[in-house]
């Protein structure tokens, strides 16, 4: 008698945990979002949806690339920012990166006239992994007063690049105001999708860091409706190991069972910071036409400190028709 | 067997006279491991060449005087530590730059001198508004609750760049994350000035070296000077030196500083726990 009931409360309990394993599983998404970017074919946009920018990751054999769309009244237009390719790294100018440019400087401007404390800055946006995060999960429709009038329509009616050798990104005679130390962040993906793309080659750390690992699924309400969600946590440890925060994400999915919404927030010392909010419109290996070719634009060669570049007549490379 | 006895004396003695030389740190080490003390500061910048520009300073430039971010200035500073609680302070020209935390809030605001005496600026939004026609509201403070996971992230950096660094060889501030550099006592001694010196060094993997010399004049912290040499891929070599001025670093926080001058109205909406 003693054995059955061994045996019974043990086959219960395998049924609790079984069935409690299905009702908890990750989202069956999640895995199809995690193996679309693992096969390096996929196509990524996120930002606020509506008029306005976002951004977009898209890979193709060994090929990257990110950039703006812009959404307008009538259409939406692409505009490739940075391109990783044969060991070659390309940078454009064109008026999504200057619009974007604006966008990160009023936002500086209005800190720097606000006199917003030192500390404020982290907060705010996780700036850590990636420049173009700052602004990625959130949009201010208060265009500072440069921006707005000053601004406005001086933007490049075409797009230009510039290209550098992989090899030369240590060049120490590169001009500092290119910034091309920065081409490699700017290839990532947002840090928010770091419980999809860790392990990215492109995807920033940050201290003490360790891979988002899935605890539950619930419900969650946002914008006043209940919606199904995956929780992750990735803790953050000390050198000897100890866990001193815990970074909480919230991946949203809607009715049809795709993600649209990631929500980061930090559990420190008793606290619970906001760090990110990140709204994904797609995740998809479907590459849109053309979103990985490279752009119709003249290709000159980096500046590296030669007589040409001081005399402001840079080499053209390449001129893509 | 002589020999021996010899050498070992010799050693030991070496071993005594550079320990009693290197533990001149030691006061002030106590002092910022136990967060009371009153550090007043004079930062000189070297450099004139290095540009103080951002990338942002280079947009905004267009439409402020171009002047105030060209070189980064010589400036004026002040830490009291007193627990958790803290207060820095940066002079720029006519500016402070001041910062309270107390409690687990911030409270930045500015301090200026002008014709009529000293004025202070809170941080309240709308100050500047360039279609605020109606009484500008200058002289309130929002605090900030303290932003754990910066702290967390890259530490107490009080005073900010090569002052925390100057700060962080004498206290090692081990919560925080980011690793951070290892400095090491690589040499002490006496000037024929009279005053005695401590050098701390770091290397890095691709021949890096920073240098940092404390000066004590019997004993009391006076000066701190750096160098800091970075080796680039061709060879070449560039590097950046500095120079701490301390007027003042005492074991004693003066708490005058930790109050918010009364000029300034806290407008703060704290949690419903209070401060």
């Known amino acids: 008698m003693k054995w059955n009931n061994k045996w019974l409360a043990g086959a219960l309990s395998l049924q609790i945990l079984l069935g409690s394993s299905i009702a908890f599983a990750e989202q069956p998404a999640a895995e199809k979002y995690r193996s679309i970017i693992q096969s390096g074919n996929f196509y990524v946009e996120y930002g606020p949806k509506g008029w306005g920018l976002r951004d977009y990751v898209v890979a193709q054999n060994g090929v990257r690339m990110s950039g703006l769309k812009l959404e307008k009244m009538f259409g939406t237009t692409g505009y490739p920012a940075v391109r990783y390719e044969n060991g070659k790294y390309y940078k454009f100018v064109n008026k999504g990166t200057v619009k974007r440019d604006e966008e990160i400087a009023n936002k500086e401007w209005k800190s720097y006239q606000n006199y917003e404390s030192y500390q404020d800055a982290v907060v705010v946006s996780d700036t850590y992994n990636n420049a173009i995060v700052r602004t990625g999960g959130m949009r201010s429709f208060d265009v500072g007063f440069f921006g707005g009038i000053s601004g406005g329509g001086e933007y490049p009616k075409k797009t230009t690049g510039v290209v550098l050798e992989e090899s030369n990104l240590n060049n120490p005679y590169l001009n500092p105001d290119a910034h091309w130390e920065k081409v490699r962040a700017r290839l990532s993906l947002p840090a928010a999708l770091k419980i999809f793309a860790y392990n990215d080659p492109y995807m920033g750390h940050e201290y003490g860091e360790n891979e988002p690992v899935f605890t539950e699924s619930g419900q969650v309400e946002d914008n006043g409706k209940q919606r199904i969600c995956d929780k992750y946590t990735s803790v953050l440890k000390d050198n000897k190991g100890n866990v001193k925060a815990e970074m909480l994400y919230t991946a949203i999915y809607d009715e049809k069972g795709n993600l649209y919404k990631i929500n980061k927030v930090c559990k420190i010392n008793g606290k619970v910071l906001p760090v990110d909010e990140l709204e994904i419109v797609t995740i998809t290996d479907v590459l849109p036409e053309k979103a990985i070719d490279m752009p119709k634009s003249k290709i000159y060669a980096a500046d590296t400190g030669t007589i040409t570049d001081l005399l402001k007549n840079p080499t053209l490379v390449e001129e893509i028709k | ?275």
């Open chain 2, 1 to 275: 067997m002589m020999k021996k006895i010899l050498m070992a004396g010799a050693v030991s003695m070496l071993l005594a006279s550079s320990s009693a030389m290197a533990g001149q740190l030691d006061t002030y080490k106590n002092m910022l491991a136990n967060k009371q003390c009153t550090i007043k500061y004079e930062y000189i910048y070297q450099d004139e060449r290095d540009k103080f520009v951002t990338d942002i300073n280079r947009y905004v430039m267009k439409y402020t005087a171009k002047s105030e971010t060209e070189e980064k200035p010589n400036f004026a500073g002040v830490i009291v530590l007193s627990g958790d609680n803290s207060y820095t302070e940066r002079e720029l020209g006519p500016n402070h730059y001041c910062e309270i935390k107390k409690d687990g809030y911030v409270y930045p605001f500015k301090r200026f001198e002008t014709d009529k005496g000293i004025k202070y600026q809170g941080n309240k939004e709308g100050q500047h508004g360039i279609l605020a026609f109606g009484a500008p509201s200058d002289n309130k403070v929002e605090a900030h609750p303290v932003n754990d996971l910066r702290e967390l992230r890259y530490g107490n950096e009080y005073g900010g760049g090569e002052i925390a660094t100057m700060l962080d060889v004498i206290y090692k501030d081990e919560t925080a994350l980011r690793p951070g550099k290892v400095y090491w006592l690589a040499a002490s001694g006496s000037l024929s000035s009279g005053l005695t010196y401590e050098d701390y060094q770091w290397a890095g993997a691709n021949g890096d070296v920073d240098l940092i010399r404390y000066y004590f004049n019997q004993g009391a912290l006076t000066k701190i000077a750096s160098v800091h040499y970075v080796k680039k891929s061709d060879g070449s070599v560039s590097g950046k030196h500095y120079v701490v001025n301390i007027k003042e670093f005492s074991s004693v926080p003066d708490e005058n500083y930790l109050k918010l001058p009364e000029a300034l109205k806290d407008v703060t909406k704290y949690d419903k726990e209070g401060k």
